[in-house]
């Protein structure tokens, strides 16, 4: 596989410091070592070497966008969740939940995983809606059901073409696709598609002239500062070599946005992902391969892993910025 030397931070231009090193892909399979250089400054983390552009599609042949999602429809977790966002954002409920639902969307932290499901979207709202990185499909047809309407954009091609094939979304493989409808979506969603890009404050800065007036970006991406990263180290699930190029820390995020001509509006750091985060970098740093890959039981994220999930909401509570997840919504800075 050739490989780019990337010798400044890709946000700041800044020199980097070796961050992590020898690093393996235990997720999906893919061979190789892998080095991550960290920026002194806002904590950023970025691979290099890294794979060369022309090498980017061959790294997610077996990538989980490809088949449908799991249908957990109807499972105890998946009812407190659509319990909590009727509750909370106004989205419909299927059914009257019973009195063990009740008592799980009570749980603490469970509520603020629940609404970044819906990544604090209101069911009040609507529009246009365009989600960058699409996968396969679930958020979109969540924002569908509120009345959206969603298009988007997936460089994975077998996971778009599934996408139009099952459910006939407008799903294109680049923004140059969606040249047409220039300054016309009220809000952008990227969810966990920032840290895949080589040149990520070139594509905040590119989204932005397909906002609409009033329009906003929401991102959300690892935390290269959350409590995972600090326990796990190179085992982290954050990393995922070699196809997360670079690992945001709430500063450096924050600069990017600025760079790309954004105003924040909210950036919060949050603790969803904790919980299996916990389970399958606690396997990586055992030394499992094919994580992602291998189904296994997961009794550990039960009791560990909400344990971790307690602390970390408790750091977050403190301020701390330790979670799992940064969140940030923008908008244009012409705007205010």
């Known amino acids: 596989m050739q490989r780019l030397i990337v010798d400044k931070c890709p946000v700041n231009a800044n020199a980097g410091q070796a961050a992590y090193s020898e690093v393996v892909d235990h997720y999906f399979g893919t061979p190789g070592t892998w080095t991550y250089l960290r920026d002194l400054d806002t904590g ?50 299927d059914r009257p939940p019973g009195a063990a639902v009740r008592v799980l969307a009570a749980l603490p932290t469970l509520s603020s995983a629940a609404v970044m499901e819906a990544l604090k979207i209101s069911a009040r709202t609507s529009g246009s809606l365009l989600d960058f990185g699409c996968g396969d499909g679930s958020f979109m047809s969540r924002m569908q059901r509120v009345g959206w309407q969603v298009s988007g954009i997936e460089q994975d091609r077998k996971a778009a073409d599934s996408l139009r094939a099952r459910l006939g979304f407008d799903v294109r493989p680049s923004l140059d696709d969606f040249s047409d ?86 950036l919060t750091t949050e603790t969803r992902m904790a919980r299996r985060l916990f389970w399958v970098s606690t396997l990586a740093r055992r030394g ?22 307690l602390v970390e909401a408790f750091c977050n509570a403190l301020g701390a910025e330790m979670g799992e997840e940064i969140y940030c919504r923008g908008a244009p800075a012409n705007e205010h």
Request: avoid cysteine; glycine fraction near 12%; hydrophobic fraction near 35%.
């Open 44 to 93: 950023h983390i970025w691979m290099s070497p890294r794979p060369a552009d022309f090498e980017i599609p061959g790294l997610y042949g077996q990538y989980y966008t490809h088949g449908n999602a799991p249908d957990a429809t109807g499972t105890p977790l998946h009812r407190a969740y659509e319990l909590i966002l009727h509750r909370q954002l106004g989205y419909p409920l």
């Open 181 to 266: 409808r220039a300054g016309q979506f009220d809000l952008i969603t990227a969810s966990h598609v920032i840290e895949h890009l080589g040149d990520p404050v070139g594509t905040l800065r590119a989204l932005r002239r397909f906002l609409g007036p009033g329009g906003r970006l929401i991102i959300v991406t690892p935390n290269a500062n959350s409590l995972g990263a600090r326990v796990f180290g190179k085992f982290w699930r954050g990393l995922e070599p070699p196809r997360h190029f670079n690992v945001f820390t709430p500063k450096s995020l924050r600069y990017a946005f600025s760079q790309a001509g954004y105003t924040i509006e909210e």
């Open 288 to 309: 499992v391969r094919d994580i992602e890959l291998t189904p296994r039981s997961e009794r550990l994220t039960k009791w560990g892993g909400y344990g971790f999930q």
